[in-house]
C-alpha cells in the first residue's frame, strides 16, 4: 500500500515537471518570434528611410521612421504634384427666378430650376392648352412638340427647347414657330407667326404654377452638360467658355458686367472688345503699374463656342481672375 502512494506522486511529479518545461519552452520560442518581428519592422523602417533619404525626399531620416510600418516596399515617384482649384460654379441667384429673353428672332425663357424639373411643367403647359395638344416629347433631345394644326391656312406646330442655363441649375426654354413646306419643318419669321402670344402664354403658366410640380426621371440627364466653364489658359490665366453662338455670348457678357457694376467706356463688337474703367493702385513696393482700363475680349472659337478673357498678364493674375468671377458670377 505504502509503495503505491509512493508510485502515485511520483507520476503526480513528472507530470507536474513536463508541463512547466512545456510553458517555458512556449513563452521562449513567443519571445524570440516577437523578437525577430521587431528586428524585421525596425530593418523595413530603416531600409524606408534610407530609400527616401538617398531620394532625396527627406533631409531628416528620424521624420520617417515608424515602430510600426505597413509592410513592403516604398515605391518613390518624382516630380510635382499641385492640387487643382475647385471649378467655379455659381447656381441660379433666385430659386424659381423667370424672366423673358429676346436675341434677335430668338425667343427664349430662363428659369432658376434645372431643367429635368421643368420638363413636366412645360408638358403641363400644353396638356391645359386650348389650342395646343402634345404631340411628342423626346427627353434625350430636350425637344416638346406639339400637334400640327392651321396657322394661316398653313400646317404649323410649336416646338418648345429645353436646355441648361448659363449658370447651374438653372434651364432656358427656347421656343419656335414651324410650318410644314413640302415635308420639312422651316422656322416662321416672328412677323408671320403667333409667337409671342405663345411665349407670354408659357411665362404666365410658369410663373403661376407650383414650383413643387416634380422632377422628371426621362429629363435627369439634362441636368448633366454645362454650356458654361472656366479654363485656365496656355498663360496661367483664367478664362471662360461659353457653348453658345458669338450674338449670344456677346450680349450675355455685355449683360454679366453691367450686373457685376462694371463700367464699360466703350465696346467694340466687330472686334469683340468691351472697354471697362478699372481703376487699381499699386503700393509704393509693387513694381507692376497701376491699372485705369481693362479689355474683355469676346473670342469665337467655333459656330457654338466663345471664349471670354481679359487683356491682362500674369502679373495682374488677382485682377483677372476677379474680374472673371464676377463675369461668370452674373451671365445668364
Not at 512545456?22 to 523602417?45: G, K
Not at 408671320?192 to 404666365?204: F, K, Q
Not at 441636368?223 to 483664367?238: A, C, F, I, Q
Request: with cysteine; charged share 25%; aromatic share 8%.
Amino acid at each position: 500500500m505504502f509503495n503505491r502512494i509512493r508510485l502515485d506522486l511520483m507520476i503526480k511529479k513528472y507530470f507536474i515537471l513536463s508541463f512547466a518545461i512545456l510553458i517555458f519552452y512556449s513563452c521562449a520560442s513567443n519571445r524570440s518570434l516577437s523578437v525577430n518581428q521587431e528586428e524585421s519592422t525596425s530593418s523595413n523602417a530603416q531600409e524606408d528611410s534610407s530609400m527616401l533619404m538617398l531620394e532625396s525626399i527627406l533631409e531628416d531620416k528620424t521624420f520617417i521612421i515608424d515602430s510600426y510600418p505597413i509592410p513592403g516596399k516604398v515605391k518613390i515617384s518624382k516630380g510635382e504634384y499641385k492640387t487643382q482649384r475647385p471649378k467655379q460654379l455659381f447656381s441660379a441667384a433666385a430659386k424659381n427666378e423667370i424672366r423673358l429673353h429676346k436675341l434677335g428672332e430668338v425667343r427664349w425663357v430662363y428659369m432658376g430650376i434645372e431643367p429635368s424639373s421643368i420638363w413636366p411643367r412645360v408638358i403641363g403647359y400644353i396638356e391645359t392648352n386650348n389650342n395646343l395638344e402634345l404631340a411628342k416629347a423626346d427627353a434625350s433631345l430636350g425637344i416638346i412638340s406639339s400637334e400640327s394644326f392651321k396657322f394661316n391656312g398653313q400646317d404649323t406646330k410649336i416646338e418648345f427647347k429645353i436646355e441648361p442655363g448659363l449658370q447651374q441649375s438653372s434651364s432656358e426654354i427656347f421656343v419656335s414657330h414651324l410650318v410644314n413646306r413640302n415635308g420639312s419643318w422651316e422656322i416662321i419669321p416672328n412677323i408671320n407667326s403667333n409667337l409671342e402670344v405663345v411665349v407670354n402664354e408659357l411665362y404666365d403658366y410658369l410663373s403661376s404654377s407650383s414650383p413643387t410640380s416634380g422632377t422628371s426621371l426621362l429629363a435627369l440627364n439634362l441636368n448633366t452638360s454645362n454650356k458654361t466653364e472656366v479654363l485656365v489658359n496656355d498663360s496661367g490665366l483664367k478664362e471662360i467658355k461659353l457653348k453658345v453662338n458669338f450674338a449670344r455670348a456677346w450680349a450675355s457678357t455685355r449683360r454679366s458686367l453691367l450686373l457685376a457694376g462694371f463700367n464699360i467706356v466703350d465696346e467694340d463688337r466687330n472686334s469683340g472688345k468691351f472697354y471697362l474703367e478699372y481703376e487699381s493702385r499699386r503700393s509704393i513696393f509693387s513694381r507692376t503699374p497701376s491699372l485705369s482700363k481693362v479689355e474683355i475680349q469676346v473670342s469665337e472659337k467655333d459656330k457654338d463656342e466663345c471664349i471670354i478673357s481679359t487683356d491682362l498678364g500674369i502679373e495682374n493674375l488677382d485682377i483677372s481672375e476677379e474680374i472673371i468671377s464676377q463675369i461668370n458670377q452674373a451671365l445668364s
